[in-house]
């Protein structure tokens, strides 16, 4: 099977606290950051969104991979807020690593999973050979209702992932599961700017139906337990609904720390389950193995068994996730509603 | 060649002159001279003319022939140079060519801006175009921005203070208040110039020329038939330019612009003469940065000491050398095109003993010097009196 | 500020990529790219180069008085970085004040929105520098 061979993240630099948001719409901070699990968000400079962010992660992915970017066979972007309603993402992000132009590009939309869509069709074309590497990114510079209880999730950041031969990778992905049904627990209407959703039907028939879907489908495919497994990466609209899942699962919490990155960040979208990978092969040893399930609302979830290789190493070639958590600047709400272009009129 | 003069000079009031456009403009200033020349357009045989951006601020290209037509000069032949904010001083030079190399004998020459037909950030951006569009504006520079990286490296290397920022500007007000032609009349304090407001980190409003409407001219004759036009001929001795590289970040040094020492040490060489012999100049102050590097690029002051020698009053009327005796860009305001011409003006002006309560006293030699952009060009002339 | 898409599009490899020249006579660099080496002109022979991006303030300024369409971006830092290969180039500081930056700081370049201001145009991506501590 094919693995990642290079893998970089990214998260802008500003953020803002739930209970600076809270305060504007006069909930208790408390409830909010014990209820969704979510102390803080990223949120992207004015000159950042999803093409920019998907370069800086896939500089470092392409770092780490050592590869010449002319080796590149096919770029995926995964993002519900792709710069342009037509004109593809991929291409840009191709076009500055400089992979052009013998190579396949398209931009992929599948909710918070569209990241883990684009690795799961790299890795078709590396098993098939029809590439040598691809690249797969999952970038968003996701916005919620003002007021809605997704504002306080809905954050920026990037991961990307070079995925390329087994024997290149510092990390094999040792098989992959999908589970996918129409689910309509989340949306956005082509013209609007905010998403829609269900509410509380979010929950049980949207993600946690897709994560136990996919997750089980592939332990039994695979007839692997959880006990074989030190780390576990689930998608993370907020905290509560991974660790709830886990839970359900019988998935120790302590193996859920490395990859639970949204009480920090806030929840990425297609950025989410990618960065929980990331920050988990910052600093898994060889031999470890990883599970992750991804989920998109609409809906579907992808699961991917992984261990980590002695090319792990190649990770001092780049940038470590926590350099650009730790970076961080909080924002007034004034100044989050300027860089997110909430004024009417700007 | 000839040496030649100025026999007349005249220019409008300058400021936001709502009432007139840019052919109203540059007329005024051009019969102003030919009034003040006491000649008749009959005797006029080519024009030049400096504008910077008539096409973008007014839509108006083409303005040699508008301007011949206006002026009720056709058939005579105008022709329309360009050098960003040296453009006046351009067409000064080319007119000095012309009756020099003796294909023309009486030459007209003008400078016109005509800018507050378009808001301000419209024109900062036109006025981005006299550096590197691609590789400095588009990018998010500013001219403030660039004269203001100038500075910070002035005072990175040499102390230079933000006080002594503002006492240029001080100065300035403080002559451009003897000018009637001047935009600002007012006078200013130290406190008043260093609390304006920021407009590119260390420059603040009050270190910066404004955006103004304005047309000055002159009338050029060969000097040996000038005193048959005027009693008081100004004898051009030197006419001298230079370029460097279009965007700042190519330049060797950022505290000094290499072509305006070029150009001067030519025209010092070529007429004779050296710092110490140049009482009154009209240097390039569109911001106070720019006249602290030209004092010391003209050999006024050693570099790095021209800062020092604002805020000590060295620039002043009365000091060492009076530095921008009409207001200087700053006060006089500064219609990009018509600032070289203008400069030409107040220097006949000083050496003819007419500027009243701006009068230099014991003016021998004067100077002009005229810069392009963040100092790809850069022009400087020398006068004296021809009577 | 307008630019045209053609116009745009031509500089993509050096707003994107920071590709630039140098002339294998003198091995100067050139950023952006010359098609004419100064110091040789036509003894000179030029090659594209590929800048790394890293170099050092130069000088600075925070830009307060934008010009048309950078007006939601400011107030934004604007700098001239040397960058290690030896020349000059001018470019905004992402993500820093004026307060954050002296001149010597070293300086990385980033991939960011340029100009982005017409909603229906298209959105002008290039380099920009970040500071590194």
């Given at each position: 099977m094919a693995g990642i061979v290079g893998y970089g993240a990214y998260v802008p630099k500003y953020r803002i606290k739930s209970e600076t948001i809270a305060q504007v719409w006069g909930e208790d901070p408390d409830r909010i950051q014990k209820g969704l699990g979510i102390m803080e968000k990223a949120v992207p400079a004015i000159d950042e969104d999803s093409a920019t962010m998907a370069v800086e992660s896939a500089r470092i992915a392409m770092a780490r991979a050592g590869i010449s970017p002319n080796d590149l066979g096919?770029?995926?972007?995964?993002?519900?807020?792709?710069?342009?309603?037509?004109?593809?993402?991929?291409?840009?992000?191709?076009?500055?690593?400089?992979?052009?132009p013998n190579l396949t590009a398209a931009d992929l939309e599948f909710a918070c999973k569209a990241g883990t869509a684009g690795m799961q069709m790299c890795m078709g074309l590396v098993d098939?050979?029809?590439?040598?590497?691809?690249?797969?990114?999952?970038?968003?510079?996701?916005?919620?209702?003002?007021?809605?209880?997704?504002e306080y999730s809905a954050a920026a950041g990037s991961a990307a992932y070079v995925i390329g031969p087994e024997d290149e990778s510092l990390a094999v992905i040792e098989d992959t599961f999908s589970f996918t049904t129409d689910t309509p627990d989340f949306w956005r209407r082509s013209k609007a700017d905010f998403p829609s959703h269900g509410g509380r039907f979010t929950g049980q028939p949207g993600y946690f139906k897709h994560v136990k879907g996919a997750f089980t489908g592939l332990m039994e495919k695979m007839g692997e337990k959880i006990e074989n497994y030190d780390y576990f990466v689930f998608h993370q609209p907020n905290a509560k609904f991974p660790l709830a899942v886990a839970k359900q699962l019988g998935v120790p919490k302590e193996k859920l720390k490395d990859g639970l990155l949204v009480p920090i960040v806030g929840n990425t979208y297609s950025g989410a389950s990618p960065l929980g990978l990331a920050n988990?092969?910052?600093?898994?040893?060889?031999?470890?193995?990883?599970?992750?399930?991804?989920?998109?609302?609409?809906?579907?979830?992808?699961?991917?068994?992984?261990?980590?290789?002695?090319?792990?190493?190649?990770?001092?070639?780049?940038?470590?996730?926590?350099?650009?958590?730790?970076?961080?600047?909080?924002?007034p709400y004034a100044i989050y509603a300027k860089l997110r272009g909430k004024y009417k009129g700007m | 060649m000839r040496s030649v003069a100025i026999i007349g000079a005249g220019m409008t009031k300058f400021g936001e002159d709502w009432e007139r456009g840019f052919r109203e403009l540059v007329t005024e200033a051009g019969i102003r001279a030919l009034e003040d020349a006491k000649i008749s357009g009959d005797e006029i045989s080519a024009g030049y003319v400096g504008t910077m951006a008539s096409g973008s601020l007014v839509g108006q290209e083409h303005t040699g022939a508008l301007i011949a037509d206006y002026m009720g000069l056709n058939p005579i032949p105008i022709t329309r140079v360009e050098g960003a904010c040296a453009s006046g001083s351009l067409a000064l030079r080319q007119g000095i060519l012309a009756v020099s190399s003796g294909l023309h004998d009486v030459v007209v020459v003008g400078g016109v801006e005509k800018m507050t037909d378009l808001d301000t950030a419209a024109v900062s951006q036109i006025l981005g175009g006299a550096g590197d569009q691609e590789w400095e504006l588009f990018?998010?520079?500013?001219?403030?921005?660039?004269?203001?990286?100038?500075?910070?490296?002035?005072?990175?290397?040499?102390?230079?203070?933000?006080?002594?920022?503002?006492?240029?500007?001080?100065?300035?007000?403080?002559?451009?208040?003897?000018?009637?032609?001047?935009?600002?009349?007012?006078?200013?304090?130290?406190?008043?110039?260093?609390?304006?407001?920021?407009?590119?980190?260390?420059l603040k409003v009050m270190d910066c020329s404004p955006i103004t409407d304005g047309a000055a001219a002159v009338v050029l004759a060969p000097m040996e038939k000038a005193l048959s036009y005027s009693k008081k001929p100004i004898e051009i001795l030197a006419s001298e330019q230079a370029t460097g590289t279009l965007a700042l970040h190519d330049r060797k040094s950022l505290t000094s612009v290499n072509a305006a020492k070029i150009a001067s040490e030519r025209a010092y060489k070529k007429a004779g003469l050296t710092p110490k012999d140049i009482s009154v100049a009209e240097v390039h102050d569109c911001f106070t940065i720019a006249e602290i590097v030209a004092t010391e690029?003209?050999?006024?002051?050693?570099?790095?000491?021209g800062g020092k020698a604002a805020l000590d009053g060295r620039t002043k009327i009365g000091g060492d050398i009076a530095v921008n005796t009409s207001g200087g860009l700053k006060a006089t305001g500064h219609p990009v095109g018509a600032t070289g011409v203008k400069q030409a003006c107040e220097i006949s002006w000083q050496l003819r003993g007419e500027r009243g309560a701006g009068q230099v006293k014991d003016v021998e030699y004067g100077l002009t010097h005229n810069v392009g952009g963040s100092g790809a060009t850069a022009v400087v002339h020398l006068y004296k009196r021809g009577y | 500020m307008k630019e045209s898409i053609s116009l745009t599009w031509r500089r993509i490899p050096e707003r994107y990529r920071m590709m630039g020249s140098v002339c294998k006579?003198?091995?100067?660099?050139?950023?952006?790219?010359?098609?004419?080496?100064?110091?040789?002109?036509?003894?000179?022979?030029?090659?594209?180069?590929?800048?790394?991006?890293?170099?050092?303030?130069?000088?600075?300024?925070?830009?307060?008085?934008?010009?048309a369409g950078f007006e939601k971006q400011a107030p934004y830092v604007m700098a001239i970085v040397e960058l290690e290969e030896g020349t000059r180039c001018t470019g905004q500081v992402v993500d820093a004040t004026k307060d954050d930056i002296r001149i010597g700081?070293?300086?990385?370049?980033?991939?960011?929105?340029?100009?982005?201001?017409?909603?229906?145009?298209?959105?002008?991506?290039?380099?920009?520098?970040?500071?590194?501590k």
């Open positions: 096919a770029v995926y972007v995964g993002s519900e807020s792709h710069p342009y309603a037509v004109k593809p993402t991929a291409s840009i992000v191709a076009q500055a690593i400089g992979a052009t098939s050979k029809m590439v040598k590497y691809g690249l797969a990114i999952g970038a968003d510079t996701a916005q919620g209702r003002p007021g809605d209880a997704l988990v092969l910052d600093v898994a040893k060889e031999g470890e193995r990883i599970f992750v399930t991804s989920f998109g609302s609409g809906a579907g979830s992808d699961a991917f068994s992984i261990k980590v290789t002695g090319k792990i190493a190649n990770r001092e070639k780049g940038t470590p996730l926590s350099a650009f958590i730790e970076n961080k600047q909080y924002v | 990018l998010g520079a500013t001219f403030p921005g660039l004269y203001a990286m100038m500075a910070r490296r002035h005072m990175h290397e040499y102390g230079t203070t933000e006080e002594m920022l503002a006492s240029v500007a001080v100065k300035n007000h403080e002559n451009g208040a003897t000018n009637k032609y001047a935009q600002f009349q007012n006078r200013i304090t130290l406190e008043t110039a260093m609390n304006s407001k920021m407009v590119a980190d260390p690029d003209l050999g006024f002051f050693a570099p790095g000491e | 006579t003198c091995n100067t660099h050139y950023f952006p790219p010359r098609s004419i080496c100064p110091e040789c002109r036509r003894k000179g022979k030029i090659e594209p180069f590929k800048f790394s991006g890293k170099g050092k303030v130069y000088s600075f300024t925070e830009i307060h008085a934008p010009p700081d070293s300086v990385e370049a980033v991939f960011r929105k340029l100009l982005s201001d017409d909603p229906e145009g298209p959105i002008h991506y290039g380099f920009k520098f970040r500071l590194i």
